[in-house]
């Protein structure tokens, strides 16, 4: 990495108080790469759920698990936090191709919980990271809100160099199969959720909805947040070209849930770093 974005991305770290930056960075068309602190832990926050969905797309290609099958939301599967399904009274139900969608495009936590109960649990998904190139990426429970003294305190941790490397097997069709990747990059292109790696481009994610001009760019992506963390992994991409990025951060000083948050700007500064960086340009 050269010296001047390593100096560029320590100062973006500055930003976050006594927090600490993780980034890591590939351009598929060189397989240039952009690693500082890349493999560090950090709590995972949400975008472990890349992994969870991941997963059951897998399994559902192995015939082992039918997405149409329907899960009732009752108050046992509930839970709060991001996502609608644990505000809803209880009896709706959903297919797992349903709560696929809502656990990546809303990130919904009662969706996020019970897909990962679909596939097995957490020592599923986690044999298959270690498959997918990702050994220190661990879910170590589902999400929950009230913890025991016996709860691991984050629902996961991982590197971002381990994300990026899932993230590169969706670019080229590796996870699991061309097939399983494409749905799982599917669902993470109908994020709306433009606060962090987007922050700076042009983006419109409701252009197809309006029937407008698309915008230069294309962000596939999946946030994740708890107090003093902000995440994103993405596969930015402008034409042919594709950037798979992951960013984490933890410990900010800023415990605001607000868009000013520090680490929504931070994340942001370093998408417009690293696009600025591969592109060229962040303008068109």
């Known amino acids: 990495m050269p010296g001047d974005l390593k100096t560029l991305l320590a100062e973006i770290e500055a930003t976050l108080g006594e927090g600490t930056l993780g980034v890591a960075a590939t351009f598929l068309p060189t ?22 969905v991941t997963e059951l797309f897998a399994q559902a290609a192995e015939g082992r698990i039918d997405l149409n099958r329907s899960v009732e939301i009752t108050e046992d599967n509930s839970i709060g936090g991001s996502g609608v399904l644990g505000r809803l009274s209880p009896g709706v139900s959903l297919s797992l191709a349903d709560l696929a969608f809502l656990t990546i495009a809303i990130s919904d936590n009662t969706a996020s919980n019970l897909c990962l109960a679909a596939v097995g649990g957490p020592v599923i998904v986690n044999a298959r990271m270690r498959e997918w190139g990702m050994p220190q990426t661990i879910i170590h429970r589902p999400i929950k809100f009230h913890l025991t003294p016996d709860d691991p305190p984050h629902t996961a941790t991982g590197t971002p160099k381990d994300m990026t490397t899932l993230l ?28 962090l790696l987007s922050r700076y481009l042009d983006l419109n994610p409701y252009s197809a909805d309006l029937q407008s ?31 798979a990025v992951t960013v984490y951060t933890k410990g900010s000083s800023d415990p605001r849930w607000v868009v000013s948050n520090r680490g929504n700007e931070a994340v942001g500064q370093v998408g417009r770093l690293l696009t600025e960086q591969f592109f060229g340009s962040i303008e068109m």
């Open 168 to 195: 590169i097997h969706l670019a080229q069709g590796t996870a699991y199969s061309p097939a399983v990747s494409a749905q799982t990059r599917n669902l993470m292109g109908q994020v709306r959720e433009g606060d």
């Open 31 to 52: 397989g240039e790469s952009v690693h500082y602190r890349a493999e560090e832990v950090f709590p995972t926050a949400s975008v472990i759920k890349i992994a969870i």
């Open 213 to 243: 001009n698309t915008p230069p760019w294309r962000v596939e992506s999946k946030p994740g947040a708890v107090t003093g963390v902000r995440n994103d992994a993405a596969l930015i991409s402008r034409g042919d070209e594709t950037l």
